[in-house]
C-alpha cells in the first residue's frame, strides 16, 4: 500500500473529528501530504467514518489525479490541493462544518480574540473569506475556493493563523501535519463557540490587548516559544 504510514495518520485524524463532535454523518475531510513525494491522502467522498480504513484513504497527485484508490477523493480535494501549493509549510488541512465555527462563517464576522485560548493559538483574529462570484461558483467551484483562501491570506501568515472561515460555508484548518489540522479544527470550534458566548453575555466585549495576544501567541509558538516541554529531535 502506498504512503501507510499517512494514510493511517489521515485515517486517525478523520476519526478525531468524530470523536471531538465536529462532524455529522459523512461531513467533513482531512488531508495529509508527503511533501517528497507530491502526494495527497484523502478521505474518500461519502463513506461512513465508522466503516473507514486506511485502506479507503485516496492518495492523489498536486494535479489531483488519484494514484493509489479505488474510491472518488473527498470532493472538497481541489481545495485541500490548491492550500498546499501555496502555504508551503503546512502538512494537514481538515474541513468541518462544526456549528459554532460555521455559524460565524455564515455570518461573515472574523472571530475575534477575546481570550488567551484564542491567542495560543491564532495570532490575530480568524478571518473570512470574501464570497465567491457566480462565475466562481458555476466553474471550478472547490478550486475558486481553495483561491479565496489563498487571496485572503495574500497579507497574512497561514503558519500563524491556521485557519479561515469561508464565507457562506464553513471554516478550513491546517497545521504541519494532519493530526495538527484537526487539533487546530477542534480548538477553532471551542474558540468559536466561546467568541458567540462572550458576545452574548456583553455584546461590547472588546478583544484583549496586542500585549496579551503576542504573549500568548508567541510563547507557544516561533524562536522564542517556551511553553511546554524542551523538545529532543
Ligand atoms: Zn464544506
Not at 49 to 61: F, P, S
Not at 167 to 190: Q, R, T
Request: proline share 6%.
Amino acid at each position: 500500500m502506498l504512503l501507510k504510514t499517512l494514510r493511517e495518520e489521515v485515517l486517525e485524524a478523520n476519526l478525531e473529528l468524530v470523536r471531538r463532535g465536529l462532524v455529522l454523518y459523512t461531513f467533513g475531510n482531512v488531508s495529509g501530504i508527503d511533501r517528497n513525494e507530491g502526494l495527497v491522502a484523502i478521505k474518500p467522498s461519502g463513506v461512513a467514518y465508522d466503516e473507514l480504513t486506511a485502506a479507503h484513504i485516496v492518495v492523489c497527485d498536486l494535479e489531483g489525479t488519484i494514484v493509489e484508490g479505488k474510491l472518488r477523493p473527498s470532493s472538497d480535494l481541489p481545495t485541500h490541493v490548491e492550500l498546499y501549493k501555496y502555504f508551503p509549510n503546512i502538512g494537514g488541512v481538515a474541513h468541518t462544518h462544526s456549528e459554532f465555527a460555521t455559524a460565524w462563517a455564515q455570518a461573515e464576522t472574523p472571530i475575534p480574540c477575546f481570550g488567551t485560548t484564542h491567542a495560543d493559538y491564532f495570532h490575530g483574529e480568524v478571518p473570512v473569506t470574501d464570497r465567491l462570484g457566480p462565475g466562481e461558483i458555476a466553474g471550478d467551484y472547490e478550486l475558486e475556493t481553495g483561491k479565496a483562501i489563498c487571496r485572503t491570506f495574500a497579507k497574512l501568515d497561514p503558519d500563524a493563523i491556521p485557519a479561515v472561515l469561508v464565507a457562506g460555508h464553513a471554516p478550513f484548518c491546517w497545521g504541519p501535519s494532519a493530526a495538527a489540522a484537526a487539533h487546530n479544527a477542534v480548538v477553532l470550534e471551542y474558540v468559536a463557540k466561546m467568541a458567540y458566548h462572550t458576545l452574548v453575555i456583553n455584546a461590547e466585549s472588546r478583544p484583549i490587548g496586542r500585549e496579551l495576544h503576542d504573549k500568548h501567541f508567541l510563547r507557544k509558538h516561533g524562536r522564542n516559544a517556551y511553553y511546554g516541554q524542551v523538545k529532543t529531535q
